[in-house]
């Protein structure tokens, strides 16, 4: 981070890559090189932090459930962000959940993602492809984390708040349409998002069976 603050960002950018995978950083060290650079916003020093980021999501746990994560996108979304770097954060998020599977137990640390992936989902900037893939994303989190309705589980969007009942059924009718009326899209936007994320793992999350996403 020192070297970030003298103006050596793509050095400490570079630096980053090659000792992350390592262990010779700490998450919360690296994340607040991720976060100067989408701060600051130094464009393609940020796509290649957040691919940094992307490629050790597995290390952003700190061993008791939390994970570091750049604040910029804690529990929001970055509109104004370069759309690679965007794409970098929700693959990490979504392979972030591959090294500590979600499910009920996790309604506190996976709340936050949630509210993010629900407004990345409305980023009018995203493609149609990105959108559906955030939505099957979205649906796969709540699924796992709120398995039952709940009419009294509300989610701070923005300016507003969405109850989580109300965002299941628009995420659902959402796939159910691109599936019905976009097929081809539809499946080609799951690798779109998802680039080199194990395959096995993703079968397993989400499932495409009459026109609707089921998760095991």
């Known amino acids: 981070m020192a070297l970030c603050t003298i103006g050596q960002v793509e050095l400490a950018v570079s630096l980053l890559t090659d000792l992350w995978p390592d262990d010779d950083v700490t998450p919360p060290s690296a994340i607040r090189i991720v976060e100067f650079t989408l701060e600051h916003d130094l464009d393609y020093v940020s796509r290649e932090a957040a691919s940094a980021l992307e490629r050790n999501a597995a290390r952003l746990f700190d061993g008791t459930g939390f994970i570091s994560w750049p604040r910029q996108f804690d529990a929001k979304w970055d509109v104004s962000a370069h759309r690679e770097v965007k794409a970098s954060i929700t693959r990490a998020l979504i392979k972030s959940w591959i090294s500590n599977p979600l499910s009920s137990r996790d309604q506190i640390n996976a709340n936050p993602d949630i509210v993010m992936l629900y407004a990345a989902f409305n980023d009018q900037s995203m493609s149609h492809p990105f959108k559906v893939s955030f939505a099957l994303a979205l649906d796969s989190a709540i699924r796992a ?63 495409i069976e009459g026109g609707e996403t089921q998760s095991d």
């Open 145 to 207: 984390v709120h398995p039952k309705p709940d009419a009294g589980i509300w989610f701070p969007i923005d300016e507003e708040t969405v109850q989580l009942d109300d965002m299941r059924t628009e995420i659902t009718d959402f796939l159910k349409t691109a599936r019905r009326k976009d097929e081809p899209d539809f499946i080609r936007s799951i690798g779109v998002l998802l680039n080199h994320v194990d395959t096995d793992w993703l079968n397993r999350l989400i499932k």
